[in-house]
């Protein structure tokens, strides 16, 4: 199996920044799909942004302009650049892992972490 964990996660001001990452271990992530999921209280997980085995890049409507992920495939971690924070992103935020195809749905990522907190507030 993969095992993914979160990090990066905090408090901060609406316009302020915050750089999360994945780390996986287990086994590497060649050929799979790695993406950052958010949930809040009374919400669905919400795809945020993934890159593929290529390195090409989709982001979900409120990550548009001002995320940016990454990944640095010899220290088999995954980020998340988080620009000009909103009290809306508030959510812990995942990393998610599938052998396949991108994808934005939920229910076909096979490895998820335990989440990182992001609180946006003022």
């Known amino acids: 199996q993969v095992e993914l964990v979160e990090s990066g996660g905090g408090l901060v001001r609406p316009g302020g920044s915050l750089r999360l990452s994945c780390v996986a271990s287990?086994?590497?992530?060649?050929?799979?799909?790695v993406s950052w999921f958010r949930q809040s209280p009374g919400k669905e997980r919400e795809f945020v942004g993934g890159?593929?085995?290529?390195?090409?890049?989709w982001y979900g409507d409120s990550a548009k302009g001002r995320f940016t992920i990454s990944r640095d495939d010899a220290k088999n971690s995954l980020y998340l650049q988080m620009n000009s924070l909103k009290p809306e992103d508030t959510a812990a935020y995942y990393c998610?892992?599938?052998?396949?195809?991108?994808?934005?749905?939920?229910?076909?990522?096979?490895?998820w972490g335990q989440g990182t907190q992001v609180t946006v507030s003022s």
């Open positions: 998610a892992a599938r052998d396949g195809d991108w994808t934005d749905r939920v229910s076909e990522y096979h490895f």
């Open positions: 287990g086994r590497t992530l060649n050929n799979f799909c």
């Open positions: 890159i593929s085995w290529i390195g090409n890049h």
